[in-house]
């Protein structure tokens, strides 16, 4: 009974690397989401895929690009990692449309 | 611009009292209202959720009370333990075509 798993839990990236964080549910869930944290700031959506095949952009989706593999997974580039891309990163998911959401454990990223 | 703005940002409270966490909206459109329970190094957790068609909520010793023509919900935790410890995140969503919007989060510390 995993949820919604995010890997890797820790990264370190010098600015200008590129990396995928990858989430993947096994709920059955349509919908799937990424945000970041910061403090102050609360959670921020990032990109959103509110079914299979498709996704859309949220509130602060420059500097990442996003795949919907298929319905359990769900991958968020950095293409070339910035210092401002350091946060904390959670996967999301839901069974319909907003509601429910279960998160993840988290990526803590650092871009030094 | 923060479409639901949360207060305070952070609160002390002692063993056995009462928490209260402050939520307002503008968007007229939102129709369900989580709050959300996040521990230190892991992901948010539904909490306990409203629609603006009953005015409180109880589950255990969460409620929430919803005041619609004054567009604000709150949570209260009755006699408040070590345990309650958590950020809290309010949140609303406008129907079931939008996505989820998280206010900035208050960091409850509940001492002995």
């Known amino acids: 009974n995993a949820g919604v798993t995010q890997t890797p839990k820790f990264q370190v990236l010098k600015t200008g690397q590129s990396m995928t964080l990858q989430c993947a549910q096994d709920m059955n869930h349509n919908s799937m989401y990424w945000y970041r944290q910061d403090p102050g700031m609360g959670l921020r959506l990032i990109y959103y895929?509110?079914?299979?095949?498709t996704t859309d952009k949220g509130e602060v989706p420059n500097g990442y690009n996003v795949s919907r593999l298929n319905k359990r997974e769900f991958s968020l580039r950095l293409e070339s990692a910035a210092p401002s891309q350091t946060s904390v990163y959670f996967c999301?998911?839901?069974?319909?449309w907003g509601l429910g959401y279960t998160f993840g454990s988290g990526t803590r990223l650092t871009v030094v | 611009q923060q479409q639901v703005k949360q207060s305070p940002q952070s609160l002390i409270v002692q063993k056995g009292g009462i928490s209260i966490i402050n939520c307002a909206y503008e968007n007229t459109a939102f129709d369900y209202f989580p709050w959300y329970q996040q521990f230190p190094g892991k992901g948010p957790a539904l909490l306990i959720a409203i629609r603006p068609d009953v005015s409180e909520k109880k589950e255990g010793r969460f409620t929430i009370s919803f005041n619609k023509s004054a567009k604000q919900f709150s949570l209260h935790i009755m006699d408040s333990q070590p345990g309650d410890s958590a950020t809290y995140f309010c949140?609303?969503?406008?129907?079931?075509?939008?996505?989820?919007?998280f206010g900035t989060g208050t960091r409850l510390q509940v001492t002995l």
């Open positions: 949140a609303a969503i406008p129907g079931t075509a939008s996505k989820l919007t």
């Open positions: 895929s509110a079914s299979e095949g």
């Open positions: 999301a998911s839901s069974e319909a």
